[in-house]
């Protein structure tokens, strides 16, 4: 049995109404992504690529190069204009895309994580941190409050949240706390699948490597998948075994994460791994 | 309402019921909806009754679809058979459809329009229960776009809801909600079952009568059709509670006026400051004095 976990082929995102000049007339080559026949914007095109599992893909670029765009549609939070993403789960294949509403619900609920890079998108602050995690524990359809309690104190521990804080409200944390209590969450349902949208971003610099450390404690424990998406080198280097490179909305650079550094080819890759070192 | 007040000759046109044909065959293919679909709120056409919004216009615009000449109706407020409310719809009723009739009695009528409280006595198959609804929608509470709420509806996804129970659970150790508490029909959709007391949450599960519900201001109507499983929302290791009447000393208390023990009470605090409790249902209360005192005589 493969261990494929995520196929996506021939990802697109188009904002606007589009002409037949669009793809041709943006792109790196062009330095830019919008159409100028048009007006519309090509967030991202023809994305290609595999995950395995366990395994850690690195998404870099600049902003507006469709790094996030790609990790949205594929957490269902922004709907692709076209391509298609197959996920495989327990020797089931599902057409991502093809789901109905609420099986798309119940995908991104159970078998996804999300950790933005603002918490505000990823916790509610209306509720305690253990509500947010209660929250997706409740989405899967567990109903008994005591487990509930259990597995969410569990989860803070393990993301280095004391108990005691648990009932808080998360309003009252620390920037590092907030996006340890996001990762809590993400992880609450036990996903084959995480997502990491700039997690790091704004955070100092020993909060930053506590988090990526924690981040690597849990791909080893669990085995799970990650796309990490981020603009930072040093992440990059550190958490992800394969990486894309983006630009304008396109893949300019794909392979093993050493190679794309010590031996950038494409123009544009070089000069980001010259502009951080 | 003025008790002579007729109305103007020129009015005196107005059909059966008040609402003119077309009008009650709306509400009616409305009321068909909603039972089919247990639980789900069927949008209708809420018409400008002579009252204001809020006052129980839902439930009456449910009640005169449904009355005929040989239907006998009761009309309660909390229970009661003599406040305002409960006494201006049921003299409305009788102005604008001759020959009902009235009751106070619950067994005696058919239809039973009611604020708040579902009766003491339990229900017939013979029977209908109309409830005012001030807020349609359970999940109000935490979502506040109704085109999302709809979503969440469809997709009975009622998480969010679930989290706010375990939110009051962990602050005040239980469930705070007192009334309105959000049931679960058919293992599908969540209502609010307008403002009864949790007490009576419990008897809309396999109720033999059918129960409707119709919300004038937020035009909705949706129902519990005889014989559905009505489940109050909990978590699988805290039970639903309903009001706990016991005294300091664990002692159940009685009806001041009929010495019940088993009966939805009022709390009445006199000018003195002593509190007294006193059934919430006025026509169970003396029916059970009746009774009593038939008793003592024979």
Same mark, same amino acid.
């Given at each position: 049995?493969?261990?494929?976990i995520l196929s996506v082929r021939g990802l697109s995102r188009i904002h606007g109404e589009q002409c037949?000049?669009c793809i041709?007339?943006t792109g790196p080559?062009?330095?830019t992504n919008i159409c100028?026949?048009c007006g519309s914007v090509v967030a991202a095109h023809d994305v290609n690529f595999d995950l ?5 893909l690195g998404i870099i670029g600049e902003s507006g190069s469709g790094k996030s765009s790609t990790v949205k549609m594929l957490y269902f939070d922004e709907e692709p204009t076209a391509g298609s993403a197959t996920f495989y789960d327990?020797?089931?294949?599902h057409d991502m895309f093809a789901l109905n509403a609420a099986q798309q619900r119940s995908m991104r609920n159970k078998r996804f994580g999300m950790v933005y890079q603002n918490p505000h998108l990823g916790l509610n ?10 929250e997706r524990?409740?989405m ?42 996001q990762i809590?969450k993400a992880?609450?349902t036990?996903p084959p699948l995480l997502f990491l949208d700039e997690v790091?971003t ?23 998948a990650m796309i990490v998406v981020t603009h ?12 894309l490179v983006m630009k304008h909305g396109r893949v300019i650079?794909s ?23 | ?84 409310? #409960? ?5 409305? +009723?009788? =102005?604008?459809?001759?020959? $009902?009739?009235?009751? @106070?009695? !619950? ?36 979502e506040?776009s109704?085109a999302r709420r709809k979503v969440m509806?469809g997709e #009975?996804d009622?998480?969010r809801?679930? +989290?706010? =129970?375990?939110?009051?659970? $962990?602050?005040?150790? @239980?469930? !705070? ?122």
């Amino acid at each position: 049995m493969s261990n494929k976990i995520l196929s996506v082929r021939g990802l697109s995102r188009i904002h606007g109404e589009q002409c037949p000049l669009c793809i041709s007339s943006t792109g790196p080559e062009h330095d830019t992504n919008i159409c100028p026949h048009c007006g519309s914007v090509v967030a991202a095109h023809d994305v290609n690529f595999d995950l395995y599992r366990g395994e850690i893909l690195g998404i870099i670029g600049e902003s507006g190069s469709g790094k996030s765009s790609t990790v949205k549609m594929l957490y269902f939070d922004e709907e692709p204009t076209a391509g298609s993403a197959t996920f495989y789960d327990g020797g089931v294949q599902h057409d991502m895309f093809a789901l109905n509403a609420a099986q798309q619900r119940s995908m991104r609920n159970k078998r996804f994580g999300m950790v933005y890079q603002n918490p505000h998108l990823g916790l509610n602050f209306q509720i305690s941190a253990g509500g947010n995690i209660a929250e997706r524990l409740l989405m899967s359809d567990l109903r008994h409050y005591e487990e509930i309690r259990t597995r969410a104190g569990d989860l803070l521990a393990r993301t280095e949240v004391s108990r005691a804080r648990m009932d808080k409200n998360p309003k009252t944390f620390s920037g590092g706390m907030q996006q340890r209590v996001q990762i809590a969450k993400a992880l609450a349902t036990q996903p084959p699948l995480l997502f990491l949208d700039e997690v790091t971003t704004g955070l100092d610099l020993s909060v930053q490597a506590a988090i990526l450390d924690l981040i690597l404690e849990i791909q080893h424990e669990l085995g799970t998948a990650m796309i990490v998406v981020t603009h930072d080198l040093g992440v990059i280097r550190l958490l992800a075994g394969r990486t894309l490179v983006m630009k304008h909305g396109r893949v300019i650079g794909s392979g093993l994460t050493d190679q794309i550094l010590e031996d950038p080819q494409h123009a544009y890759t070089q000069r980001l791994v010259a502009s951080a070192l | 309402m003025n008790a002579h007040y007729e109305l103007p000759l020129e009015d005196a046109g107005y059909s059966f019921g008040f609402l003119d044909e077309y009008a009650k065959k709306e509400v009616r293919r409305c009321i068909l909806k909603a039972i089919a679909i247990p639980g789900y709120q069927t949008p209708y056409a809420s018409r400008e009754m002579p009252m204001g919004r809020g006052f129980g216009t839902g439930g009456l615009q449910l009640t005169l679809s449904l009355i005929g000449a040989d239907d006998t109706l009761k009309v309660i407020d909390q229970g009661s058979d003599d406040s305002v409310n #409960a006494v201006n719809l049921r003299q409305f +009723v009788q =102005l604008t459809c001759p020959g $009902v009739a009235v009751t @106070e009695k !619950t067994q005696e009528a058919t239809l039973i329009q009611s604020r708040h409280r579902i009766p003491e006595k339990m229900l017939t198959e013979q029977q209908i229960l109309v409830l005012q609804v001030p807020y349609p929608d359970a999940l109000v509470v935490v979502e506040p776009s109704e085109a999302r709420r709809k979503v969440m509806h469809g997709e #009975a996804d009622y998480s969010r809801l679930l +989290v706010k =129970l375990y939110e009051d659970v $962990v602050r005040f150790d @239980e469930i !705070t909600i007192s009334h309105r508490y959000p049931t679960r029909l058919n293992g599908h959709y969540v209502i609010d079952p307008s403002p009864i007391p949790r007490w009576d949450v419990p008897r809309l599960h396999q109720s033999p009568a059918l129960v409707l519900l119709g919300a004038g201001r937020e035009k909705k109507i949706y129902a519990v059709p005889p014989y559905t499983v009505a489940e109050p929302l909990v978590f699988d290791d805290i039970a639903f509670r309903v009001e706990d009447f016991r005294d300091a000393n664990g002692q159940r208390i009685a009806c001041r006026c009929c010495g019940s023990t088993v009966s939805f009470l009022d709390e009445l605090i006199d000018d003195a400051g002593n509190v007294t409790h006193q059934c919430s249902d006025s026509s169970y209360c003396e029916e059970e004095q009746e009774t009593i005192s038939a008793r003592k005589q024979a």
